[in-house]
């Protein structure tokens, strides 16, 4: 598909007002997207779990207007609260957007959105909020033709989705994301995630995401300004032909069930997408002290115990602690007796593999 497909041609129903609710979860990258072309497409492929409690849900109002303004027309409520400094990351959500959705200056919106987890947490909620806000409109538009057939609304809220925030296209389905053109992954795309269409072993079935809440702060660098360094970053092209390499190795891992080969690509990529932060340039450092702590004890513990648990890191000091479902209850004490003390107020989020968005 090419983006012009999913440009709607005129509408078969008239809708005035109503209502929508979308939760949809955040998700973490295995193999992680750093880099980016024009228009939101990654430079690299990438592959996710979605992620279950950790979630924004997001309620619209609808009124279509007697005359189309000249501007987009909404409110914005985040939890509970009016929120005008939202507002602007909105509308630049729908400017880019409106294209896709012509709809949209026909209408008032009332946009209510909540997170599952604290917003000051170090979490973002981009992903799980940008693919919250496409499942609503794309339900929106759904209604304004019915004969918009499953597939083509899950590919569409995925793309739209990339608009608002790269990752963001992983959120919709679940439980494995794939998002990227991969020449090894069949129906691959740039412009939108898709369900990971291979054999998926029971070894990775239910798997656990601990994330250790090492700095709740806001980051010091966006992830914008960290992927526009990638522009002329010295190990760019290394790095985007690793991450296909790393998927072509998933794949073989996803299907034999191998945790050891799947710590290593998981760990690496992590270390990986650090590296990249620093030796751009300007070059920085996302990692606090405790985020090293943190992993040098899950090091020792797999050298102890030779169990699976491995970690991965988003672009933050967070840790997220991934472990199969066999081995929940030791490592889950393990987590308590030793990594708890290097959260900032002991906190963490247990999270596990979920299976997408849903309609509330
Ligand atoms: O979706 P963005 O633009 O916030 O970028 C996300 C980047 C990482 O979380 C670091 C990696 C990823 O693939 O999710």
Redesign the pocket.
Known sequence: MIDKDFIPSAYINDVKEGKVSYKSPS???L????G?KEN?LPQNP?I?FTLDACATTTNISFKKLETPSNDFSFDLWFEGKSKEDFKPKIKTFLSRVEVYLPFLKNYFFKIETSNSFPHSSGI?S??SGMSALALCLMDLEKQLNPEIENDFFVKKASFLARLG????C?SIEGDIVQWGNHTNTKGSSDLYGVKYPYEVHDNFKKYHDTILLVDKGQKQVS??V??NLMYDHPFAEQRFNQAHENLNQLISVFKSGDLKEFIKIIESEALT?HAMMMTSLPYFILMKPNTLEIINKIWEFREKTNSNVCFT???GANVHVLYPEKEKDIVFQFIKDELIVFCENQQYICDRIGFGARKL
């Open positions: 998700n973490i990258a193999v992680k997207y750093w980016k939101q990438s996710s973002a981009s992903a925030s790269g990752s963001a992983r992830s914008t960290g992927h997408l890191l988003d672009a």
